[in-house]
């Protein structure tokens, strides 16, 4: 009963920039982090980028200077700004949110991931 709905990804070159965005949409009664993960063919996903409510991010190591995530509480979106980009950051960026939702059967905590979004940095 939550969507995450991705924007954002496409083919860029080397020392390009892309900017991510996330909707969050559904029966949220509150959102406690919104974030990015990323998989590369034959490897498994992995964390690129998590902000909580309050504002506390956390950001995989290889990432750090050169991503950076923001958040709109009041539109429940999350933002992945990627500059300096390298053709070892191509893959699938998912979206994922985790909060409370409401149902028929009362609040219930949730986890949704996106469809997914391809990031290909090439020349």
């Known amino acids: 009963q939550v969507q995450l709905a991705e924007s954002g990804g496409g083919l860029v070159q080397p020392g390009g920039s892309l900017r991510l965005s996330c909707a969050a949409s559904?029966?949220?009664?509150?959102?406690?982090?919104m974030g990015w993960f990323r998989q590369a063919p034959g490897k498994q996903r992995e964390l690129v980028a998590r902000?909580?409510?309050?504002?506390?991010?956390i950001e995989a190591d290889p990432v750090k200077g050169r991503f950076t995530i923001t958040r709109d509480n009041a539109k429940n979106t999350v933002y992945l700004q990627m500059n300096s980009l390298k053709p070892a950051v191509t893959a699938i960026y998912y979206c994922?949110?985790?909060?409370?939702?409401?149902?028929?059967?009362?609040?219930?905590?949730?986890?949704?991931w996106g469809q997914g979004t391809q990031v290909t940095v090439s020349s």
């Open positions: 994922n949110a985790d909060g409370m939702l409401t149902s028929s059967y009362g609040l219930r905590p949730f986890t949704s």
């Open positions: 559904g029966s949220i009664l509150r959102i406690t982090a």
């Open positions: 902000v909580t409510t309050g504002g506390g991010i």
